[in-house]
């Protein structure tokens, strides 16, 4: 009886693990600007091509405007390592959807968007919300770049089997919550280090009814629990999105893929090392009030009094007072986009508060699309007019302000309400103060010009 | 391996890869003097140069993937760190940098205080403090080979390239 993770991990051994850690092949490999020309320049100085020029896919995101797809008179060291990145897929034949492409996004908004990430697969990528990608039923996390330097040389990465860790959503979620408020509660309970170790496989009802969308938020999310890797296993919906999509498997291939994907799921009696389980009606809307993802509390609830150090520093940071109350709190931006919370879904969930209303005069609102084909969706059903009619500003795919290395950032001293997925300090912007939230409370407080409870206006 | 320095202690927890270096100093294209931002936005720290060994707290190197923390504690100087824990992509890259990673149990760690003299000798898995205990660490054997005989990874997995081309001959 095997685990989901079991499974992915045997039929992916090249070597097994010794004394010497597994050789893992990988299938996809994803790059981008960041993470990358090092790992290029190593290969040079070794005389290496890319092994599978046909499994490795790069794109700009991290570093690139959100203000127009354009370069000029952009940050000098930035271009020049967005240009790194062009130069490096060029001279060795990697395929590359630049700021020209229609199919440039963050990188894990695209894979998923190109059917290449698949069920079973194997995929990682220099960044640690490659976990997104688990939402997929495959096994996908973060990697270093002298590991990004390895798979691009062997397609493989020496590997240690992790811990299996279940995470079971009982039940359904009531309205005004969603997946984003189902992993900021686990964090919550486990810790940023609670899943160190180990692959997270998300299950429970809450979770099979969620899209794909709201998969990939918890599933990029497990990296702040500590765990590497999360995963989902496919069923009908995964299916449903992957059809049709440019790499995924057509005609025959398909049928062979799906009957392969359909032995996927954990046997029944597979061991977990650890597992949790929540009871997603007891949920309510998530915010962080600290310095790490697992600060988190609901929305409706007050500031905790601090048990440690960290804990003091982290009010110190942000300002805030023991006992106090979340909603209601002044804040000055609000961010929707990134990797955890930038797909059509969310960009919807968003639009349907703000539509015939108006973003509080406090507040800069900016909405980032994660893709490309994202915002042409979106601009599709109308949804940028929506944002613009309210106030916010409409931009081009990428990071932005979940990262501040791109010049969109949250000045010191102001306080956002993020969709994204880090609140450390200084991840805004140096003096920033991160509060993470759904894109719905997001909305909420960009009306309100506060903390506030999207379900006041549901 | 071995190191022997005055210890620099940080007594937080889950310090994370942003709070190392933080995300505006990741535009480079190389790795050249990044250790010069090196907690940069957390003066409170007080990470000095001279020491090879950092202490931290639990959770060490939490957050991103970024390479680049430990490029800028290895250009800053440090060859050690020790913590009752690290994030796994955080030791995976350390190990890969011969920044050895040195776990100890919460008792342990409570002995080290700031400038104390503590010896970290990889070969025999030994950490010892000043006037102090002399305690074990564990440590991936495979990592501990290549960094004690300089053993190159990929050139490691490039001896297995046969088996790597049947198996993608396999799948296919």
């Known amino acids: 009886m095997k685990t989901l993770y079991d499974k992915i991990w045997d039929s992916h051994v090249v070597v097994p693990e010794t004394d010497a850690p597994a050789i893992l092949y990988i299938d996809i490999h994803l790059i981008h600007e960041v993470t990358t020309p090092q790992a290029f320049a190593g290969m040079k100085k070794r005389g290496l091509g890319v092994r599978r020029t046909d499994k490795t896919f790069a794109t700009m995101d991290h570093s690139i405007p959100t203000s127009s797809r354009s370069l000029a008179g952009f940050d000098e060291m930035a271009a020049k390592q967005v240009q790194t990145l062009a130069s490096n897929c060029r001279e060795f034949g990697v395929p590359l959807y630049d700021l020209n492409s229609a199919k440039q996004g963050i990188v894990h908004v695209i894979g998923p968007e190109l059917g290449l990430t698949q069920p079973g697969r194997t995929l990682v990528c220099g960044d640690s919300h490659t976990s997104t990608h688990g939402a997929f039923g495959a096994l996908a996390h973060g990697i270093g770049t002298s590991e990004v330097e390895m798979v691009l040389a062997t397609q493989c990465l020496l590997q240690r089997k992790s811990k299996n860790f279940l995470v079971n959503f009982d039940g359904h979620l009531k309205p005004g919550v969603t997946a984003k408020d189902m992993i900021l509660a686990l964090i919550a309970k486990i810790g940023t280090g609670g899943g160190t170790g180990h692959v997270f496989e998300f299950g429970g009802s809450a979770v099979r009814a969620l899209d794909m969308d709201a998969r990939m938020t918890i599933c990029n999310m497990s990296i702040e629990g500590g765990a590497r890797a999360g995963l989902v296993a496919p069923d009908d919906t995964t299916f449903q999105y992957v059809a049709g999509r440019e790499f995924a498997p057509k005609g025959a291939a398909w049928d062979e893929a799906l009957a392969r994907w359909k032995k996927l799921p954990s046997d029944d009696g597979a061991h977990f090392d650890q597992a949790i389980t929540i009871d997603a009606l007891s949920l309510e809307p998530m915010i962080t009030y600290g310095t790490n993802p697992g600060m988190a509390i609901p929305l409706t609830a007050r500031v905790p009094a601090p048990a440690t150090p960290e804990d003091v520093q982290a009010l110190k940071y942000m300002a805030l007072e023991p006992g106090q109350a979340l909603l209601g709190h002044p804040i000055d931006v609000v961010f929707i986009g990134s990797c955890t919370n930038g797909r059509l879904s969310d960009l919807r969930n968003a639009a349907r508060l703000l539509r015939g209303r108006k973003v509080n005069p406090r507040v800069r609102m900016l909405v980032v699309p994660g893709s490309y084909d994202v915002k042409r969706l979106a601009e599709a059903e109308g949804l940028d007019r929506v944002f613009k009619e309210a106030g916010a500003e409409w931009r081009e795919a990428g990071c932005s302000m979940c990262i501040a290395m791109n010049g969109d950032s949250v000045p010191s001293g102001n306080t956002s309400v993020s969709t994204s997925n880090r609140n450390f300090e200084g991840r805004q912007g140096k003096g920033a103060r991160t509060l993470l939230a759904s894109p719905l409370t997001a909305a909420a407080s960009a009306i309100e010009g506060c903390v506030a409870d999207p379900r006041q206006f549901e | ?172």
């Open chain 2, 1 to 172: 391996m071995k190191v022997a320095s005055r210890i620099v202690v940080v007594p937080q927890e889950n310090i994370d890869t942003d709070q190392i270096i933080p995300a505006r100093f990741l535009k480079i294209t190389d790795k050249a003097g990044i250790g010069q931002h090196l907690f940069e936005d957390r003066p409170e720290f007080q990470v000095k140069k001279g020491s090879a060994i950092l202490v931290a707290g639990d959770n060490f190197g939490c957050g991103s993937s970024r390479e680049h923390a430990v490029w800028a504690l290895k250009d800053f100087g440090f060859q050690a760190v020790i913590s009752t824990s690290f994030a796994d992509i955080f030791r995976q890259n350390s190990l890969k940098n011969a920044l050895l990673p040195v776990v100890v149990d919460s008792v342990t760690h409570a002995l080290l205080k700031q400038d104390l003299l503590v010896t970290i000798d990889l070969a025999s898995q030994k950490l010892s403090i000043e006037n102090g205990p002399t305690v074990s660490f564990p440590i991936d054997s495979f990592s501990k080979t290549c960094i004690l005989e300089g053993i190159d990874e990929i050139g490691y997995i490039l001896k297995h390239d046969s088996a790597i081309s049947s198996f993608e001959q396999k799948r296919n």
